[in-house]
């Protein structure tokens, strides 16, 4: 099936996008307060919660459509532009009906196709922004999947948001960010405008500097960070919200990057430098191609000598040593214990081959 994002050139807005405002719009005297503390010409939109879908019933979930008597107010008043999240046909239809600028689908809403579908069709054919977050788990398929419904239903001003993924290991986020996936979709997609949600990824006031920078010198094209006047009396996400005074002393302190640079010194540098890049990639590959010949060959010894494929203590030493020779030499134990987990897998799929092989000249019963 052809992937129509493939054939879809997507409008990059001007550099860098900054959202900011409230979790959640919770009053009329929190939200003209938050405003009034910002400096709104550096923004690009005013976010807020309308409906806060959240893990579990009881808390606050949003005060609805009343509000938009107030964003109607700010509109008129600050001049602003106005985005909020989508998790239904219904908020589609009332969010149109109000002017909102701008919508985002939510992570709890992408990890659902019937629910996607049914917000596209609501949207069908809308000129104003769409984002799409990733999903909770860490499936880039269903990312993917939510931006081609949407594309197929003529929505065609998309983009994504990034905000880091639910995983069982443990984390100082709140959502661990795994670079790698997003920059899969930007790769593939690479007039795909995507943005970083530091604070849902973080959890907390103090992680969302380093998060967004790092976001910027990964070359995305903005950000959405939560402000609140008061972030610690907050009815949601209190944790990872930054007063207005914080958000601009974040913004004055952070560093955008160029996409590139037209330096001829810069230029004839890089290519130099991409050049011994390539030559020590040829040399890894060439490394990894030696060792798996080396395990084709002790996987015929194992099958001539009746022994398993599977040997736990060799298995553990190496899971032990790697990490303890990569510290020596300045790497990242944990990414070379991970890099083995895969290097052990290709081994394990090899030997298993090997010992098919044997099980396919059986004759039958």
């Not at 809403?109 to 054919?125: D, H, K, S, W, Y």
Request: hydrophobic residues 40%; negative net charge.
């Amino acid at each position: 099936m052809t992937n129509p994002l493939l054939h879809r050139r997507f409008n990059l807005p001007k550099k860098p996008i900054i959202i900011a405002g409230p979790c959640s719009v919770e009053s009329r005297e929190q939200f003209f307060s938050t405003l009034q503390g910002l400096e709104l010409s550096k923004i690009d939109y005013v976010r807020g919660g309308i409906w806060k879908p959240r893990t579990r019933p009881g808390s606050f979930e949003g005060i609805g459509e009343a509000a938009f008597d107030w964003i109607e107010e700010a509109k008129a008043t600050f001049g602003i532009k106005f985005a909020t999240e989508v998790a239904t046909a219904e908020h589609v239809e009332t969010a149109l009906k109000n002017g909102v600028s701008m919508l985002w689908l939510g992570a709890r809403t992408t990890v659902n196709p019937f629910n996607v579908q049914e917000i596209a069709e609501a949207l069908r054919g809308v000129e104003i922004p769409v984002y799409v977050k990733n999903p909770i788990n860490p499936d880039l398929s269903l990312w993917k999947g939510a931006l081609e419904r949407l594309l197929k239903c003529d929505v065609l001003n998309l983009g994504a948001i990034h905000r880091g993924f639910q995983t069982f290991q443990e984390s100082k986020y709140r959502n661990t960010p795994l670079w790698q996936i997003p920059m899969e979709l930007k790769s593939e997609f690479p007039d795909l405008p995507l943005l970083c949600d530091p604070s849902h990824m973080g959890g907390k006031r103090s992680l969302i500097t380093v998060l967004s920078q790092r976001a910027l010198d990964l070359d995305y094209d903005g950000l959405m960070i939560e402000t609140h006047i008061d972030p610690d009396k907050a009815l949601s996400d209190s944790a990872q919200q930054l007063n207005p005074d914080d958000f601009k002393l974040l913004l004055d302190h952070l560093i955008f990057r160029n996409h590139t640079s037209k330096d001829e010194d810069f230029i004839n540098q890089l290519e130099i430098i991409r050049e011994q890049i390539d030559q020590a990639d040829r040399e890894i590959l060439e490394a990894i191609a030696t060792r798996l010949s080396l395990v084709e060959k002790i996987g015929e010894y194992k099958k001539e000598n009746n022994v398993a494929i599977f040997q736990i203590s060799r298995w553990k030493e190496i899971l032990q040593s790697r990490p303890e020779w990569a510290k020596a030499m300045n790497l990242d134990p944990e990414f070379i214990r991970e890099l083995y987990r895969h290097i052990h897998q290709q081994s394990v799929r090899i030997q298993t081959s090997i010992f098919n092989t044997e099980q396919d000249k059986q004759p039958n019963d």
